[in-house]
């Protein structure tokens, strides 16, 4: 009945004495209640035995609480447990908020069904994996750029403009090394600071940044940066699109600063789309 997960005998058996308490009943009251003997009962609230599920399906219709609860808490202390005994302390010290957000989809999602639900009316396990996934591809990205931020500042001679460019260019590197190779995790500091070293040192140091422009979006990237290609991309759009092409030899350059102002979008997009994306964007 149970995945990965399993209930703590001695938590459920707090749980279901807390009910008893609550509801001012003796052992002998509370076992005749469910049709149970005094020291079956003592058994179960004092953790040597796990309730059975016929048992807390009876105590969740007199008192209100769900089955799950017994066995496992609250939905989101159940996916905080879940999500720990995969490894993820890390992540989640930093980011409490994730068992909530996974809890809310779980319960208000517009595609809910009951394939989500386990024999207790909580997550499957797949269901919190699923969940989890670009929850945490997002918190990673952004945990190794921020690492990469303190890495530029303080062991490089970057300049402070560059800064931002450089920490999204080596982000999206070392994510593209982890979806490859699943070597780190959150929490893996000093991986993933030999990572961002070694994709500057091999890639970045003393080079003119750039961006890959295999897509469009790094090519608009690296495009954008630089007055003159501007200038050619938008004369070649102004050709393509009306027959007349663009200079600034004669004014013109507010128009070059309005698309450049394109350039800090894009620049988000390159940091958060995965090859996935790209995928689905420009081949599929």
């Not at 207790?120 to 269901?127: D, L, N, R």
């Amino acid at each position: 009945m149970f995945g990965l997960l399993k209930p703590d005998k001695e938590k459920v058996g707090a749980r279901l004495k807390l009910v008893k308490d609550e509801l001012n009943l003796s052992f002998t009251e509370f076992g005749h209640r469910l049709g149970l003997k005094k020291p079956t009962i003592s058994s179960y609230v004092q953790g040597y035995t796990l309730v059975p599920l016929d048992v807390l399906e009876k105590v969740s219709k007199f008192c209100g609480k769900p089955v799950g609860w017994f066995y496992f808490g609250e939905i989101e202390e159940y996916i905080f447990d879940y999500l720990t005994l995969e490894g993820q302390q890390a992540l989640l010290a930093d980011h409490p908020e994730v068992t909530n957000e996974i809890k809310h989809i779980f319960l208000t999602d517009e595609y809910k069904n009951i394939g989500w639900e386990n024999e207790v009316g909580y997550p499957v396990e797949e269901f919190i994996d699923d969940c989890f996934a670009e929850i945490h591809h997002k918190l990673l990205r952004e945990h190794i750029q921020e690492l990469a931020v303190k890495f530029l500042k303080e062991e490089t001679s970057v300049k402070e403009e560059k800064v931002e460019d450089a920490s999204i260019f080596l982000s999206s590197e070392v994510m593209g090394y982890y979806d490859a190779t699943r070597d780190f995790d959150y929490g893996d500091t000093e991986k993933i600071i030999s990572s961002i070293k070694n994709y500057y040192e091999g890639v970045l140091k003393d080079k003119e940044l750039s961006f890959d422009d295999g897509f469009l979006v790094g090519k608009l990237i690296n495009v954008l940066a630089d007055d003159l290609e501007t200038m050619k991309l938008i004369s070649s759009l102004s050709k393509e699109l009306t027959g007349h092409p663009f200079s600034t030899q004669f004014g013109g350059g507010e128009l070059v600063k309005a698309f450049q102002t394109l350039r800090p979008e894009l620049l988000k997009v390159y940091a958060e789309a995965t090859s996935d994306d790209y995928y689905d964007w420009f081949e599929k």
